[in-house]
């Protein structure tokens, strides 16, 4: 299992201050656990972490070396943002094994323009951007990435249906990822198409009503 070095200080866990001032310095408050371990309060470098979160990189394989020790194998599990800023204010590493699957919350990308889209008139919805995942820690993609160029219209296409290679999916199985349902253009279209269809049985009624005003004029006669 090859592992990414990250550098990570200990630290005394404080008040919401104390966290502050560790932000200010351009380091982010962090924990580190995992089964069987106790919790170990940590604190990392705010640019260190980001290459580790650039995109790709999500589920990066990581070596702890805190205070100077390596041998802490961990993934990031989660962090947290600030609301405003969006800057991440804490992040959680969780312990890993080479053995041990473990839950992971991956993102979904779609790629290519829908031939249901492109050529008929129908509209894109992606309806998750995420799916939690179970898999060893080499196992884990970094993005589930679909090409639907060739979906047509009137597509829904569930998470049961994604190749997941190794990792098996925890989400539920009819989670849908995305659908392609009929636009307005092509809904417009049929609309039309319909009274122009009728049109040739009201024409055909005309003549049938006509025939019936000779008939007044002779009683009048």
């Known amino acids: 299992m090859q592992l990414t070095t990250l550098n990570a200080e200990a630290r005394t866990v404080g008040s919401s201050r104390d966290c502050g001032r560790t932000r200010k310095t351009g380091n982010i408050p962090a924990v580190y656990y995992g089964k069987g371990s106790e919790t170990v309060s940590i604190s990392v470098s705010e640019k260190d972490l980001e290459a580790v979160l650039a995109p790709g990189k999500r589920y990066t394989l990581l070596d702890l070396v805190i205070d100077g020790k390596g041998g802490n194998p961990a993934i990031v599990y989660q962090y947290q943002k600030n609301n405003i800023s969006q800057k991440i204010i804490h992040v959680d590493f969780l312990k890993i094994s080479e053995s041990t699957p473990i ?3 991956v993102p979904v990308r779609l790629s ?9 008139g129908g509209s894109l919805s992606q309806e998750n951007h995420y799916l939690k995942l179970s898999a060893k820690p080499a196992d884990i993609p970094a993005s589930i990435e679909l090409d ?19 990792a098996s999916l925890v989400s539920p199985k009819r989670t849908v990822i995305f659908t392609i349902s009929k636009g307005r253009d092509a809904a417009a279209a049929a609309e039309a198409a319909a009274p122009a269809a009728a049109a040739p049985a009201s024409t055909a009624a005309a003549p049938a009503e006509k025939k019936e005003e000779p008939k007044k004029d002779a009683k009048k006669k």
């Open 103 to 105: 839950a992971v919350r």
């Open 112 to 120: 290519g323009i829908p031939m249901g889209v492109k050529n008929q």
């Open 148 to 166: 639907i160029s060739e979906m047509p219209n009137n597509t829904t296409f569930y998470a049961d249906k994604l190749d997941l290679g190794n």
